[in-house]
Every structure is written in structure tokens, then in C-alpha cells.
């Protein structure tokens, strides 16, 4: 199975910008859908972003579009988050996933995490 390790939050200023990484091993991460998921205090997980397969469509969350960009290094078997833009409302712990490749949607169906990297934006 694959292990995901999540860095690169940190506290921002508003209308900053920062890149999250996703360092995976165990398996490459050519062989599963990859996504990024937020949590803010008090508030479900959200979904933020996903690539349902290497070199495949990506998703966003109608939050993220036009500010946040999913990317994957299969060299590096890394994943990243480039976000832009950034709103104190955007404050979470973000997390990155896995899940085998097949599965339906894009939301769900995950089946490995992170530990996840908080991100806080100050206003």
C-alpha cells in the first residue's frame, strides 16, 4: 500500500500564495487517483482538488478554481498543490489521498491519507 506525507503549510498573509507537497512511497503513485482535502476547525472534510488517474482530467471544488492547481511528479512520486489567491477562509489542516485506480466520481473513495499540513491565512 501507499504512504502519503503531506508538507509545505505554513502561516500566510492573504493574497499570498503556497505549495503544498505530497510525498508518497511504498508504491508510485502512477497506479492510483490522487486528491487533496481540506478540514477546516469545526467543519467536515471538504474536497479541494483531484486527478483521478495519471495524466488524466483534474477536479477542483468550485473554491479552488482559478486559484489552486493539482500537479503530480510520478519521478518524485510527489503531489502537489500550488495555491494562490489565498483567503483567510482557506484556513485548514489539507490532506492528500489515494485510492486504486477504477473507482467512480472523484470526491470519494479514498483509501489511503496523509497526516495532513495545516494552512492558516491571516487576514
Known amino acids: 500500500q501507499v504512504q502519503l506525507v503531506e508538507s509545505g503549510g505554513g502561516l500566510v498573509q492573504a493574497g499570498g500564495s503556497l505549495r503544498l507537497s505530497c510525498a508518497a512511497s511504498?508504491?508510485?503513485?502512477?497506479?492510483?487517483?490522487l486528491g487533496w482535502f481540506r478540514q477546516a476547525p469545526g467543519k467536515e472534510r471538504e474536497f479541494v482538488a483531484a486527478?483521478?488517474?495519471?495524466?488524466?482530467?483534474?477536479y477542483y471544488a468550485d473554491s479552488a478554481k482559478g486559484r489552486f492547481a493539482f500537479s503530480r511528479d510520478n519521478a518524485k512520486n510527489t503531489v502537489y498543490l500550488q495555491m494562490n489567491s489565498l483567503k483567510p477562509e482557506d484556513t485548514a489542516v489539507y490532506y492528500c489521498?489515494?485510492?486504486?485506480?477504477?473507482?467512480?466520481?472523484?470526491?470519494?473513495?479514498?483509501?489511503?491519507w496523509g497526516q495532513g499540513t495545516q494552512v492558516t491565512v491571516s487576514s
Open positions: 486527478e483521478i488517474r495519471s495524466g488524466g482530467s483534474r
Open positions: 511504498g508504491r508510485t503513485i502512477s497506479s492510483y487517483g
Open positions: 489521498a489515494a485510492r486504486r485506480l477504477g473507482s467512480t466520481g472523484y470526491t470519494t473513495g479514498y483509501n489511503y
